[in-house]
């Protein structure tokens, strides 16, 4: 039933959508619209951070950056965070259900219904993981396209203090992307899903490749 749908968390959402949850005044309140998922994709330093900012404030999305996510895991102490931090350390990618449940968990206690999520699905794990939790994909997905070389000047000069912004690690994310993300790509490409935005160019001069995509949403 419907009702059964409800309580079985967001795995169903799409499904039950506004019909049993409007409230008294008849109004739809942005918590019970269908969520809208933007996965955005690209290498490590391809600026996938920088262009969610400015989504963010072009268009009222809320951004999820699985990273971030798991960094905040890391500070908050939680079980998994050693585990986390020895991953991000090394360049590798954390196991699906960890990162899912706190894109999951994020997304539910948030009162938006537009999300950009960052960084995510970085394996077709990851991606098959999600769409088994939440019982859908995302609506549309972006691809930073940038070379390597450029990538790693960018993470190498970024000096946020992160531990995995080195040589060794940026090495071993590139070979992760690589084999991982980029059957990703090919998936939602299949799909007609894929939007590939050149990611070489002033920040506005991407960004300007971006606003189409988003052009509905004005
Ligand atoms: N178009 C651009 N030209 C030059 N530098 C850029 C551009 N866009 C972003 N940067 C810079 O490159 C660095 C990496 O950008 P950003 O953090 O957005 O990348 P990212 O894709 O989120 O990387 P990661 O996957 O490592 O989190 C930042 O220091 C950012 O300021
Ligand atoms: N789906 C993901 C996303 C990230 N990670 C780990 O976090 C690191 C940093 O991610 P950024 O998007 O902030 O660059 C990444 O290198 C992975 O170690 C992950 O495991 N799964
Ligand atoms: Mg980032």
Redesign the pocket.
């Known amino acids: 039933s419907l009702l059964d749908q409800a309580a079985n968390g967001f795995k169903n959402w799409k499904a039950f959508s506004t019909e049993i949850l409007k409230p008294a005044g008849g109004g739809i309140s942005p918590k019970e619209r269908t969520p809208y998922i933007t996965f955005v994709l690209?290498?490590?330093?391809?600026?996938?951070?920088?262009?969610?900012?400015r989504i963010v404030e072009t268009f009222g999305f809320t951004h999820l950056?699985a990273?971030d996510l798991l960094r905040k895991e890391i500070s908050s102490n939680s079980e998994n965070g050693s585990t986390i931090l020895n991953t991000i350390k090394e360049g590798k990618i954390v196991p699906s259900e960890v990162t899912v449940k706190l894109i999951k968990r994020a997304i539910e206690s948030c009162e938006n219904y537009k999300f950009l999520i960052?960084?995510f699905p970085r394996s077709e794990e990851n991606r098959k993981t999600y769409e088994r939790v939440i019982g859908t994909g995302p609506d549309v997905v972006l691809f930073?396209d940038c070379p390597e070389e450029?990538?790693v000047k960018?993470?190498l000069?970024?000096?946020?203090g992160?531990v995995?912004?080195n040589i060794d690690t940026v090495k071993e994310?590139l070979k992760v992307f690589t084999t991982l993300n980029l059957p990703v790509i090919n998936y939602y490409t299949g799909k007609g899903k894929l939007y590939k935005i050149n990611?070489?160019?002033?920040?506005e001069?991407?960004f300007e490749q971006v606003l189409p995509v988003f052009a509905s949403w004005r």
């Not at 690209?42 to 900012?53: E, V």
């Open positions: 690209g290498g490590p330093g391809s600026g996938k951070g920088t262009q969610c900012a950056s990273g960052d960084g930073f450029e990538m960018r993470v000069s970024r000096n946020e992160r995995d912004d994310r990611a070489v160019g002033t920040e001069e991407i």
